[in-house]
């Protein structure tokens, strides 16, 4: 049951929640708190049950019914995407902002987002964030520079940088009607905000940048993607999949599809050369799979390589070349650890530069890669792949 609103609010915040009864309350209460005085009828708040197994549905029966608080409670677990349509679907609200159930809101983070909204009404209104990590560590995010210095309401030819900015949903704001008319929605399978967060940067009109950490992100909890060892890593190039098919229908840009072959490119390195998120036994498909993506979408102009060890893995997948990009990968750890002298390990769980805070648990994905370039290594120059 889902108690309804006597009228329509600016924003609605919808939370969907399994499995995280440690946090469900620190990012309710952070969210409940921080709505201005005099701006409860502004703001809607709607948590989406999926399902959880552990104490998360009472805690929501309990929340149920106070002011400004929604729920709707699942009868089987759907996973991250499809409770986010859940709450999408019942959101009245103008825009809709998508916060995780184990993060939470720093004070001062919604009245600054209702006056931007007011003040530039955009189709996507992106949010800078922190990483929090276990020991109360706050760390800023590798794209967060790239959310300085955006004037006024932008489009992305604008500003083509905003592309590398964490492709997350909870960074960004969006106008409901703006989502309709995309015709976007968030798919089943991990890493699901592959084709729905670059889309709405690509299709905005106008897009505003609160450079101001609104959004803080829990790392190193238990069940991220970089400790889980799965198959449905594999899921990533479906989302891709439907990314570029999106792409192809609605931008044809030759410009822009090179953009995200890169970074499509990157993503997948991240996860194959990762320890924690592939068992070996599956590393050398996965590779193959990226090859086959590699042929598939490559752009008749080439596209940009990054430089360094990186732009050498490009080139080495380009050739569908397992083998030297195994003793590459090999031998570029080894030098990793002889560098550093602590352990190899990231604290957010990942191996030298493969590293990224992605997380889960095993229905549902908190996708969250690096896209800023984090490979530091000077062994080779840019330039354009063919």
């Known amino acids: 049951m889902v108690n309804e609103p006597t009228h329509a609010p600016l924003l609605s ?16 209460e952070s969210i409940r708190a921080d709505i201005p005085a005099g701006e409860s009828d502004a703001v809607e708040l709607i948590a989406v049950d999926d399902a959880s197994p552990d104490g998360c549905g009472a ?20 996973g991250l995407g499809l409770a986010r349509n859940a709450g999408l679907d019942v959101a009245t609200g103008r825009y809709v ?19 931007r909204l007011r003040q530039h009404q955009p189709d996507v209104l992106m949010l800078d ?32 940088h905003l592309l590398r900015v964490q492709h997350t949903a909870w960074n960004k704001v969006v106008r409901r009607a703006f989502l309709d008319e995309l015709e976007l929605r968030f798919f089943p399978g991990w890493y699901e905000d592959i084709p729905f967060s670059h889309p709405l940067l690509i299709g905005a009109e106008k897009i505003s940048v ?10 190193g909890r238990q069940g ?16 891709y999949e439907r990314l570029m098919d999106w792409v192809a229908r609605k931008h044809p840009d030759e410009r822009l ?38 042929r598939r979408y490559l752009p008749a102009g080439g596209y940009p390589a990054p430089a360094g060890v990186t732009g050498l893995k490009h080139r080495l997948v380009g050739r569908g070349d397992w083998l030297a990009y195994s003793a590459l990968r090999q031998a570029h750890r080894v030098a990793g650890r002889l560098r550093r002298p602590g352990p190899t390990a990231s604290p957010d769980g990942g191996a030298g530069t493969d590293e990224d805070p992605n997380r889960a648990h095993p229905t549902t994905t908190r996708d969250a890669e690096p896209t800023a370039t984090t490979d530091r290594s000077d062994a080779l120059a840019g330039g354009r792949l063919p």
Request: glycine share 6%; hydrophobic share 40%.
């Open 224 to 239: 991220a993607i970089t400790s889980t060892r799965s198959g449905r890593h594999f899921d990533a190039f479906g989302q």
């Open 210 to 219: 609160l450079d101001r950490v609104c959004y803080l992100y829990r790392q």
């Open 97 to 115: 902002w998508f916060v995780d159930s184990d993060d939470w809101l720093p004070p001062g983070s919604i009245a600054a987002v209702l006056d």
């Open 129 to 160: 964030h922190l990483r929090v990590h276990e020991d109360g560590r706050r760390e800023v995010d590798a794209s967060s520079h790239l959310l300085r210095g955006v004037p006024g309401v932008v489009r992305l030819a604008d500003q083509p």
């Open 59 to 78: 805690m929501l029966r309990a929340y149920a019914g106070r002011d400004g608080v929604r729920v709707v409670h699942l009868s089987s677990n759907v």
């Open 257 to 294: 599809q090179a953009e995200l072959f890169e970074l499509m490119i990157s993503h997948y390195l991240v996860v194959v050369g990762n320890d924690d998120r592939l068992h070996p036994h599956l590393r050398r498909a996965f590779f193959h799979r990226v090859a086959e993506h590699y």
């Open 13 to 28: 915040i919808v939370v969907p929640v399994y499995g995280v009864e440690a946090y469900l309350y620190q990012c309710l």
